[in-house]
């Protein structure tokens, strides 16, 4: 990897938007560069597309209304991806394709306005909720070509509403929306993959606790000139216990046996990514995949992540279920780990091994 240099300092680079960067015309400095040209050959296409994609359909029915052997079939094939992809593309979830079309319209149209309204919602370099990029990471690490709209939306007292876009002026209902399937989905993912590892539907429901936290990240990626040395996103797992993720156009990547696949563009499919604390609780049957997104020179990107993470100051741990003498636990119970996870993601590190029995 091409070390980045430093010609301004990121404090003052991450000031700025990416997007003005490119309306600028201007090649992207040297703190945003952090691949060489010998790694682009994983832009080849054959590299997309093995990645498990499950309709969820049959478990959003009553069991008359399903036969058992279909639901036994589905929970089979979510165990098999988690176990081995860390994720899986669900197609069947529930939410209507208008609503969809909406979420990424609302993300576009709020992406597509002048700077100055933008940056009403803006962030300090250093704060995480608004509008701008992740906080500086710390030095030497490289900047992502991307802008973000990072949003806590559950439990509602969590909402900071000043961030929260006046325009679009559909944004806000939308989101809303959103947030009330994400909750339904994410109870629905959550029970279908305890029932997957023979556990009680409601298990990991109770690690996260009855205060949960979703968070919504819009992002965009401008295109770019130098795709062969920028990333939209750097190498990273998540520190939620899952995330469930919309995009538009292909970019995103995850990485198996060292190889990394594209995520197939799905408009009304959405990817479920497992994070840290997932695998933390599944005693590490389940993997928390790490993921990128590539830039492009040609075409510009957007996509909604939203982060289901556990109640704040909310002790997790391995299942018990999951562990006996031939499958000791993995890992020791841990509190508020998405902020250990953070401290490591600014220095380019997995965090993962601070949560090892």
């Given at each position: 990897m091409a070390e980045a240099s430093v010609d301004l300092p990121a404090e003052i680079l991450l000031s700025k938007r990416v997007q003005e960067m490119v309306l600028d015309n201007k090649e992207p400095p040297a703190p945003y560069k952090c691949r060489d040209d010998a790694d682009s050959e994983d832009d080849d296409p054959i590299s997309m597309s093995p990645i498990p994609l499950i309709d969820l359909g049959c478990l959003l029915l009553s069991t008359s209304e399903v036969p058992a052997q279909e639901i036994v079939e589905v929970l089979e094939k979510i165990n098999a991806a988690l176990s081995s992809w860390g994720c899986f593309q669900a197609i069947g979830h529930g939410i209507s394709n208008l609503l969809l079309d909406k979420v990424r319209q609302i993300s576009r149209e709020f992406f597509a306005q002048p700077m100055e309204e933008k940056k009403k919602y803006a962030k300090t370099v250093v704060d995480f909720e608004g509008y701008g990029a992740d906080p500086v990471p710390e030095e030497g690490q490289s900047l992502d070509w991307s802008d973000r709209l990072f949003l806590n939306?559950?439990?509602?007292?969590?909402?900071?509403?000043?961030?929260?876009?006046?325009n679009p002026e559909s944004f806000r209902d939308v989101l809303l929306?959103?947030?009330?399937?994400?909750?339904?989905?994410?109870?629905?993912?959550?029970?279908?993959?305890?029932?997957?590892?023979?556990?009680?539907?409601?298990?990991?429901?109770?690690?996260?606790?009855?205060?949960?936290?979703?968070?919504?990240?819009?992002?965009?990626?401008?295109?770019?000139?130098?795709?062969?040395?920028?990333?939209?996103?750097?190498?990273?797992?998540?520190?939620?216990?899952?995330?469930?993720?919309?995009?538009?156009?292909?970019?995103?990547q995850v990485l198996k046996d060292d190889k990394w696949y594209k995520i197939p563009k799905n408009p009304h499919a959405l990817l479920v990514l497992m994070a840290d604390q997932m695998e933390i609780m599944t005693n590490g049957i389940f993997k928390s995949p790490v993921h990128r997104v590539l830039s492009n020179s040609e075409r510009d990107r957007i996509s909604v992540a939203v982060f289901y993470t556990p109640e704040v100051g909310k002790e997790i741990g391995p299942e018990d279920g999951l562990v006996n003498e031939r499958t000791p636990k993995l890992f020791k119970m841990v509190k508020d780990y998405a902020d250990t996870h953070f401290g490591y993601y600014q220095r380019g590190m997995r965090a993962l091994h601070t949560a090892q029995a």
């Open positions: 939306v559950q439990p509602e007292d969590q909402r900071n509403y000043k961030f929260w876009p006046m929306e959103y947030t009330d399937e994400m909750k339904r989905v994410t109870e629905l993912i959550s029970r279908a993959m305890a029932k997957s590892l023979n556990l009680h539907e409601n298990c990991f429901l109770k690690q996260f606790g009855e205060r949960s936290q979703l968070q919504a990240r819009f992002n965009y990626y401008s295109p770019c000139k130098r795709p062969d040395l920028v990333l939209g996103l750097k190498p990273h797992s998540d520190g939620s216990g899952y995330t469930i993720i919309m995009q538009d156009e292909v970019g995103l």
